[in-house]
């Protein structure tokens, strides 16, 4: 009540400022018109005035006329302020709204990457323990000739490795949500890093060794760990997606780290390609293939611009290449896509 009561007496007091002012106006406008022109302003010249000319009776109306245009103005002038201050208050209250949905938003998030960091945890560990006794196992059944349980051994690995990058993706993804994904970039060489997620693949031991790589000495500044998570994801989708002859390629061009992975599968069309990167895509083919959840590109992507690289795809002459490029020490600057005819050559 104290607020209307409030709008109401500013609204008249508007009003009648307003219509004063205009009354006002029209009194002195013709005092000061009278002056001005030298005929004085008594009453003996403004009676004379008017006896010869009947027109100023009409002029004495303007104060008449001003007032009710002032009291006009007024009142389309209280409105406006009305609704200014209606809306400022509008404003205020949703900006507060705004602020305290801002404050939940943000605890959200933090108890999100809690949850993110103890899944990590309480994943993780116990896989990577089991990684290592079926790594175990395998080497020495291996060595005592049991060819089958080797396997089986080899396979329980492979599955553990597969589950292990999905949670990593899965990670990556959740961490990339909410905005607290870091990288702790050193330098390290392209080259090693191939090698080492090849050998950490999620695929068989016949399919790591089909893998054709052309390794040279190419230094970069990024994550280790993150750039072998890329890897390992455009290795797993060439394997999974591709066809028969996949080849990673390692060099520098132009002075920039550039990793090109390559298949002569049938490609993606066209028409998907700009949807490639996009999460839970999958590409290649128009059937979802298991143990995919189509996070891999997407996630090395993000992953690949995070560290100041950027990952992009080509399909020429039947090749399909995903070209990972890296920043290197006080330059990372890149200077486009390599022809997939000159990988090799």
Same mark, same amino acid.
């Not at 992953?303 to 002459?317: P, Q």
């Given at each position: 009540?104290?607020?209307?009561?409030?709008?109401?007496?500013?609204?008249?007091?508007?009003?009648?400022?307003?219509?004063?002012?205009?009354? #006002?106006?029209?009194?002195?406008?013709?005092?000061?018109?009278?002056?001005?022109?030298?005929?004085?302003?008594?009453?003996?010249?403004?009676?004379?005035?008017?006896?010869?000319?009947?027109?100023?009776?009409? *002029?004495?109306?303007?104060?008449?006329?001003?007032?009710?245009?002032?009291?006009?103005?007024?009142?389309?002038?209280?409105? *406006?302020?009305?609704?200014?201050?209606?809306?400022?208050?509008?404003?205020?209250?949703?900006?507060?709204? #705004?602020? &305290?949905?801002?404050?939940?938003?943000?605890?959200?998030?933090?108890?999100?990457?809690?949850?993110?960091?103890?899944?990590?945890?309480?994943?993780?560990?116990?896989?990577?323990?089991?990684?290592?006794?079926?790594?175990?196992?395998?080497?020495?059944?291996?060595?005592?000739?049991?060819?089958?349980?080797?396997?089986?051994?080899?396979?329980?690995?492979?599955?553990?490795?597969?589950?292990?990058?999905?949670?990593?993706?899965?990670?990556?993804?959740?961490?990339?949500?909410?905005?607290?994904?870091?990288?702790?970039?050193?330098?390290?060489?392209?080259?090693?890093?191939?090698?080492?997620?090849?050998?950490?693949?999620?695929?068989?031991?016949?399919?790591?060794?089909?893998?054709?790589?052309?390794?040279?000495?190419?230094?970069?500044?990024?994550?280790?760990?993150?750039?072998?998570?890329?890897?390992?994801?455009?290795?797993?989708?060439?394997?999974?997606?591709?066809?028969?002859?996949?080849?990673?390629?390692?060099?520098?061009?132009?002075?920039?780290?550039?990793?090109?992975?390559?298949?002569?599968?049938?490609?993606?069309?066209?028409?998907?390609?700009?949807?490639?990167?996009?999460?839970?895509?999958?590409?290649?083919?128009?059937?979802? *293939?298991?143990?995919?959840?189509?996070?891999?590109?997407?996630?090395?992507?993000?992953?690949?611009?995070?560290?100041?690289?950027?990952? &992009?795809?080509?399909?020429?002459?039947?090749?399909?290449?995903?070209?990972?490029? #890296?920043?290197?020490? &006080?330059?990372?600057?890149?200077?486009?896509? *390599?022809?997939?005819?000159?990988?090799?050559?």
């Amino acid at each position: 009540m104290a607020d209307v009561a409030h709008t109401m007496d500013r609204r008249r007091s508007l009003i009648l400022r307003w219509t004063l002012g205009g009354a #006002l106006f029209g009194f002195l406008f013709p005092m000061v018109g009278w002056l001005l022109a030298g005929g004085g302003a008594s009453v003996d010249h403004i009676w004379s005035a008017h006896a010869s000319q009947s027109v100023m009776w009409i *002029v004495d109306l303007a104060p008449i006329i001003l007032g009710l245009a002032g009291a006009l103005i007024g009142v389309e002038y209280a409105r *406006v302020d009305e609704a200014w201050r209606a809306a400022d208050e509008k404003v205020k209250e949703q900006t507060a709204g #705004l602020r &305290e949905a801002n404050t939940k938003l943000e605890a959200l998030m933090r108890s999100k990457d809690q949850f993110v960091a103890t899944v990590s945890h309480e994943v993780k560990t116990p896989l990577t323990v089991i990684l290592g006794f079926a790594d175990e196992i395998e080497a020495q059944l291996s060595a005592k000739g049991d060819a089958d349980l080797a396997e089986l051994a080899e396979l329980v690995g492979d599955q553990g490795r597969e589950i292990t990058n999905i949670i990593e993706d899965l990670l990556v993804a959740a961490r990339a949500d909410v905005g607290t994904m870091t990288v702790v970039p050193e330098l390290i060489d392209l080259g090693e890093q191939v090698k080492s997620a090849v050998r950490g693949c999620a695929c068989s031991k016949d399919e790591r060794d089909a893998i054709s790589l052309y390794l040279e000495p190419a230094p970069a500044y990024a994550d280790p760990a993150r750039v072998r998570q890329i890897i390992r994801n455009l290795v797993t989708n060439a394997i999974r997606y591709g066809g028969p002859q996949v080849f990673a390629v390692v060099r520098t061009y132009d002075g920039v780290p550039t990793l090109c992975v390559c298949d002569d599968g049938q490609g993606i069309r066209e028409d998907e390609q700009p949807l490639v990167f996009e999460a839970y895509q999958q590409g290649h083919t128009d059937t979802p *293939v298991s143990g995919s959840v189509g996070l891999g590109l997407s996630v090395s992507r993000h992953l690949a611009r995070l560290m100041g690289g950027d990952l &992009e795809y080509t399909f020429e002459d039947g090749i399909s290449t995903f070209h990972l490029t #890296l920043p290197i020490p &006080e330059s990372t600057s890149e200077e486009g896509l *390599v022809p997939a005819a000159a990988l090799v050559s």
